[in-house]
């Protein structure tokens, strides 16, 4: 088993935001590591910071045995990965690129097939946090891929392994994102809805941000709901919290705003 305490030769295929964002913190983090971009400038101005520069996305996954991609999307990983097949052979690769679980997992196949040791991933965070305190990686597949990478990899922020279904990462991505983007409708209607009594969207935010802070504390009271139903006792019933959703509803036409996003809850919540 590799010493991942040692320097390890590390490669990243693909050097946007947040790609230059994770070798930078590779780099900070002693590795060896080389880079290769589509436009060559980006990687180049890794060179300061002791990166080395491959020719081509071939030539750096031959360069390293944990190859790690952060590119646009599957197409850009696919286009990348499958000529270079043979040099990947016995090595790890961990996909950083946002895909879906289906994506995901014919990755995962893939990998298999070629005896490639896959761990895909979803970065909970923006580049400026990486190798801070907030952030946070999802991973799955190849468990003892990701153990034996887990001090490299606990370089971008803290890395939680959530399955070796390789779907299962991007599943857990797109769950969370779901969640953040649920909230941020509620608050885009709820602003629109304050500001027809002289509100505004700001004193909104600073009310409803710590309370919303306090309703997140109750999501893992509401999980056996969802694991274990049969033997869940929901405290709230369904008609209980489908008429609350209808007063919310109710002011929302009564302030002439769209009532399409309470209609959704109603039905997601309750199924009522
Ligand atoms: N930035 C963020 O906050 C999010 C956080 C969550 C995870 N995402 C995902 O990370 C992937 C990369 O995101 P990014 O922020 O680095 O994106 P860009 O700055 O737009 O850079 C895109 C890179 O992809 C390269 N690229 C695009 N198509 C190809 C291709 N066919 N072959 C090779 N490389 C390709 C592009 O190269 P270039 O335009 O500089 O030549 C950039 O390096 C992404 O999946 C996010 O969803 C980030």
């Keep these: 088993m590799t010493n991942t305490t040692a320097a390890q030769r590390v490669s990243v295929i693909g050097l946007g935001a947040m790609g230059t964002a994770l070798a930078k913190a590779l780099l900070a983090g002693g590795h060896e590591v080389t880079v290769w971009n589509r436009t060559p400038a980006r990687a180049e101005a890794l060179v300061a910071d002791g990166a080395k520069v491959a020719a081509s996305s071939a030539e750096a996954m031959a360069a390293a045995d944990l190859v790690i991609l952060c590119v646009l999307d599957d197409a850009a990983v696919r286009e990348h990965i499958e000529p270079a097949a043979a040099r990947l052979r016995g090595r790890t690769v961990v996909n950083l690129t946002t895909t879906t679980p289906e994506q995901a997992r014919s990755l995962g196949v893939w990998a298999e097939t ?5 761990v ?9 946090m990486i190798g801070g305190p907030g952030a946070f990686v999802l ?4 468990a003892v891929a990701f153990e034996r990478y ?3 990899l606990e ?3 803290r890395a939680e392994f959530v399955g070796n279904d390789p779907g299962a990462a991007a599943m857990y991505d797109v769950s969370i994102l779901g969640g953040m983007y649920a909230m941020f409708a509620a608050f885009a209607q709820g602003g629109a809805m304050v500001r027809t009594t002289g509100g505004s969207a700001a004193q909104l935010a600073a009310l409803m941000a710590p309370f919303l802070q306090a309703m997140a504390t109750l999501l893992a009271a509401q999980a056996p709901g969802i694991d274990t139903p049969a033997e869940f006792v929901q405290v709230q019933s369904d ?3 489908a008429a609350a959703i209808d007063l919310i509803d109710t002011a929302a036409v009564e302030s002439g705003n769209p009532t399409e996003l309470y209609g959704v809850l109603r039905r997601a919540l309750t199924g009522l």
């Excluded at 991973?139 to 190849?142: H, V, W």
Aim: cysteine-free; hydrophobic content about 40%.
């Design 139 to 142: 991973y799955s597949g190849a």
């Design 120 to 128: 895909d991933g979803g970065i909970m965070a923006v580049p400026e």
């Design 114 to 118: 070629e005896g490639i040791e896959l």
């Design 239 to 241: 008609e209980f919290t």
């Design 155 to 157: 370089l971008f922020g």
């Design 150 to 152: 887990r001090s490299v």
